[in-house]
């Protein structure tokens, strides 16, 4: 079975039911397993509490507010960072304020070890906060503590549904690229690999189909990893250190701007490989491509064509992102409406 072919599979399985083990086969499936218990044996324990990125952005900055509610697990919350300023929450909510020119408020739903089915919670806190935009990074836990993989896609794909269904925009961070996680030893890290890229695949087809955007994890938590242990990877050797929660923000921000209107306008280049593709070739490629955004589309007012679910590919230039300031948790609301 082809990437492509798997990838909707495993998509469809969440939908229609089945157990999706056809996403790498059952024996490959039973490797995995005994791989999540060598990796967890193997990560490291970080002390102490995750800093709340909760609070206010973009302080003497005009109205209307930007409201953002970032869900997900470990890598959304910033595990094994020292200061708040150094979290993904803080970098996000400071991109946002500066590139817009707007106060932003972000709520962090986030919580470590969290998998796809805790994403149910999460929603339900977030939604009436009455979020702009809600921010999903998810997926490594559902691999190291064997979810299978349509129980998994299935979870996020309803926790899109709900938010859109609440005029809630959506981006998603699909899962990034375990193989490149040290503790795991070979062979067992490459079918980490293939897992966790097909599982980011089906992930990007559940949340275009729900209405949502997905950027493409991947490869910023993977190659460039890989090259640089020491300074992308945290102490547990398996969470992203300070620099690498920076470089997987300067890939989402742009899509987060892109979807409240808010960035530049950009226009396909084919000379990337950008444009108009089926879902799920786009998907495939997607998970190979670090920062690959899809957004469903439309052609000749069809949104389906013999290939399934037409998406707009683009990878959006990445924002260098300068010094993240702390949230203020108690600044008013007042003359700053949270309406777009």
Not at 215 to 232: C, K, M, R, T, W
Not at 242 to 267: D, K, Q, R
Not at 269 to 290: C, D, F, Y
Request: aromatic residues 4%; glycine residues 12%; charged residues 20%.
């Amino acid at each position: 079975m082809g990437r492509a072919a798997a990838a909707r599979k495993l998509a469809s399985a969440a939908v229609y039911g089945g157990g999706g083990l056809s996403l790498l086969g059952a024996s490959l499936y039973g490797l995995l397993r005994a791989e999540a218990t060598v990796a967890r044996k193997a990560i490291g324990r970080i002390d102490g509490r995750v800093p709340d990125a909760t609070g206010w952005y973009g302080r003497g900055r005009p109205g209307p507010a930007i409201k953002i509610a970032l869900l997900g697990d470990s890598s959304a919350a910033g595990y094994g960072v020292e200061s708040v300023e150094q979290t993904p929450g803080a970098l996000l909510g400071s991109g946002m304020a500066a590139r817009a020119n707007r106060r932003v408020h972000l709520d962090a739903f986030c919580v470590s070890g969290a998998k796809s089915s805790d994403l149910v919670g999460q929603v339900r806190a977030a939604i009436p906060t009455e979020p702009d935009l809600a921010v999903i990074l998810i997926g490594a836990n559902d691999v190291t503590h064997r979810m299978l993989p349509s129980e998994s896609v299935r979870y996020l794909g309803e926790a899109v549904r709900h938010l859109e269904d609440a005029d809630v925009a959506v981006v998603v961070g699909t899962c990034p690229d375990l193989g490149t996680v040290r503790p795991i030893p070979q062979p067992l890290r490459q079918v980490a690999r293939r897992w966790s890229r097909r599982l980011a695949a089906a992930q990007t087809i559940a949340v275009v189909e729900a209405g949502g955007r997905s950027v493409s994890i991947g490869s910023i938590l993977g190659p460039e990893f890989d090259a640089a242990p020491a300074l992308l990877f945290g102490p547990d050797r398996f969470h992203p250190s300070a620099t690498g929660y920076a470089s997987l923000v300067s890939v989402l921000l742009p899509s987060a701007l892109a979807v409240l209107g808010l960035g530049p306008e950009e226009a396909p280049r084919s000379t990337r490989g950008e444009g108009l593709r089926p879902i799920s070739q786009a998907a495939v490629h997607a998970s190979k491509n670090p920062g690959t955004e899809l957004d469903g589309t439309e052609v000749a007012g069809s949104a389906r064509g013999p290939g399934g679910r037409w998406v707009m590919q683009m990878r959006r230039r990445w924002q260098v992102l300068t010094d993240a300031e702390a949230p203020d948790p108690d600044e008013s609301e007042s003359g700053a409406e949270a309406t777009l």
